[in-house]
């Protein structure tokens, strides 16, 4: 755990215990909360057969990014979390969306 506290630059082991918890959660519901979206959209197994987990995982990305900076901030570590937010962004490719 001090590798990852030394890494994230956090302050105490209650913080990084609060990060996990944060990540936990909103992987979970990012996946819980794609399933309706799809039904919303029209998007069936059925319909796209193979190509129905490639499209469904696409769609979990911007619910995943959305949630875990909003259960970031319900927990307190809305900081982190933009943080962390932006330096993903930008190793994708993406930095153009914030400013400097």
């Given amino acids: 755990m001090g ?3 030394q890494r994230w630059g956090l302050t105490s082991n209650f913080q990084l215990t609060l990060i996990i918890i944060v990540f936990a959660i909103t992987g979970s519901a990012s996946a819980w909360l794609s399933k309706p979206f799809c039904v919303w959209l029209g998007i069936t197994k059925e319909d796209l057969g193979f190509w129905f987990t490639p499209i469904r995982l696409l769609l979990i990305f911007p ?3 959305v949630l ?3 259960i970031g ?3 307190g570590q809305f ?3 933009w943080a962390f ?4 962004l930008k190793s ?4 153009f969306l914030f400013k400097k």
């Fill in 79 to 81: 900081k982190f979390f």
């Fill in 3 to 5: 590798g990852l506290r």
């Fill in 68 to 70: 875990l900076v909003a």
């Fill in 85 to 88: 937010e932006k330096k993903m």
């Fill in 92 to 95: 994708m490719g993406l930095g």
């Fill in 73 to 75: 901030f319900l927990f």
């Fill in 63 to 65: 619910i995943y990014q």
